[in-house]
């Protein structure tokens, strides 16, 4: 069933979220090629392209978050206890990735 | 005149190959959204994550090398020199931006 | 005792190979100002700073896949089941770090 | 003769500064290999990382700007045009090592 199965990957809570942050992306990827074939300027185009490759790090963070924490639980820590572990790992990760 | 404002960018020798690069993205990027709505595995779908970063970057250091040579031949510097000393450029950016 | 304190934080079987990365990381740090200060060549001396950021990924991959081993076997996750998981998302970390 | 070497290479202005923020790097990672000696939780071990990291771009980026000043300068672009282009470039590429 869908409902299992989705609870099985983790990520359900958000998956309305996620979608809509990526069709987001998908425009602005659009509006990048928009950009060039309209010959804007390099650095304004670059600049769209960090804030793509940024917004993706936000979405890879929100997947590895539920993941982890579907993770911890299933192995049968409480679920307070992985929430915080969760997010103090995820937070390593942002900083890692963003650095 | 869209030929002279186009080469005052600098990127129009490889601009139809950026927009197809682009066009691909969006599609990458609409396939990440379909994978989350079908609860696909997490770790599949930030692989996807991972590749659509990675082929931003390629974008961002085709456009820079684009901006790079043509600030360096405005500049006065003859075609070769420019294009050599860019190249050099662009591959200590690559370097940087991957690690 | 330290064996006790050294197993809560998850790093200790890799412990020495930890800080002997961490010793060469600081001589190419150290070698990275001799460069400067020897006016070497600009690209060259780019190339072992990316090195050096590599080098510090490979550091927190590291910690981080202990850690995350450690959160899921203290959560009583069995060894095996906790590990292969670990090893997916360390994988899947490490490919949105490069990226 | 020493003078004309820095001049060439391009970052004899900011080369003291460069030297300096160098030593701290070595310092910090100095300091990451006793936090890990001394079984320090890996998060906080983990911040320090992403730190050297974050100092290692700014030394990448410190560089970069002076070679790109210099080769343009060396093109014969005058003297503000290549500030005020490199100034650009280099916002452009730290976005994108950042992101």
Chains 1, 2, 3, 4 share one sequence.
Do not use: F, W
Request: neutral net charge; aromatic residues 2%; glycine residues 8%.
């Amino acid at each position: 069933m869908i409902e299992t199965d989705t609870s099985s990957h983790g990520y359900a809570p958000q998956k309305d979220q996620l979608i809509k942050r990526l069709r987001r992306i998908e425009g602005q990827v659009r509006g990048i090629a928009k950009m060039v074939d309209e010959d804007r300027y390099c650095i304004d185009v670059l600049q769209q392209v960090s804030a793509v490759k940024a917004a993706m790090d936000k979405v890879a963070l929100g997947l590895l978050n539920d993941h982890v924490t579907h993770c911890m639980t299933a192995g049968g820590a409480d679920d307070e206890r992985a929430r915080e572990a969760t997010a103090e790992l995820i937070g390593a990760v942002r900083r890692l990735v963003r650095s």
